[in-house]
């Protein structure tokens, strides 16, 4: 596609469910990122995947927190057991390798998760 | 360990007024690369710059200039002659440029309302 796709846009879950939020990157672009923007926050760093390499978990905030990417491609954060705290809107970047390059990143639209 | 401060929470111009948005990092890389993301209402994040730490070379672009200090750490954004246009939220960001970790870390962002 033309950009970095994001899905669902908005989900409104309640707590203690199970939440999967999509990102579909740019076609050929090797690196995927996750980040986390809570209300009046920065940009939380939560997962990085590049190329077959293993992801690079150190931002997931807990163990209810996972991502995988399959075929170098499409990526899914899972979310188990949802808190209100999860609330935020989750970010999805792409950029083409490789690393080091200093190539910019291209965002999805994000996904505004609302835990009640 | 890195870190990117942006200081100004929000900032209020009236149009045409000059405004420029500051940036201090702080990095042990020799090597690294600075951004500046646009966040409008609509959410997704836009590059806006990406420059090299071993280039010091000041860029403008139209109404945008970037001022990159190594001495001082930062990396300040201007827009001359502003408008409405330009209100969103503005990201700075560091990421190395060599070693086992290429990501990339997010100030808090600066709120930008342009009134008319």
Redesign the interface.
Known sequence: GAGVSQSPSNKVTEKGKDVELRCDPISGHT?L?W?RQSLG???E?LI?F?GNSAP?K??LPSDRFSAERTGGSVSTLTIQRTQQEDSA?Y?C?SSLGP??A?Y???????TRLTVV | AQKVT?AQTEISVVEKEDVTLDCVYETRDTTY?L?W?KQPP??????LI?R?SFDEQNEISGRYSWNFQKSTSSFNFTITASQVVDSAVY?C?L????GG?????????TSLIVHP
């Open positions: 690196a990122y980040y926050q920065g940009l760093f990085y590049q690079d150190s931002g809107v970010l970047a690393p080091g200093g910019g990143y291209t965002f999805g639209s994000g | 942006q690369y951004f993301y609509s959410g997704e994040l836009v590059f990406r090299n990201f960001a990421r190395p440029a060599s970790s290429y990501i990339p870390t997010f100030g808090r962002g």
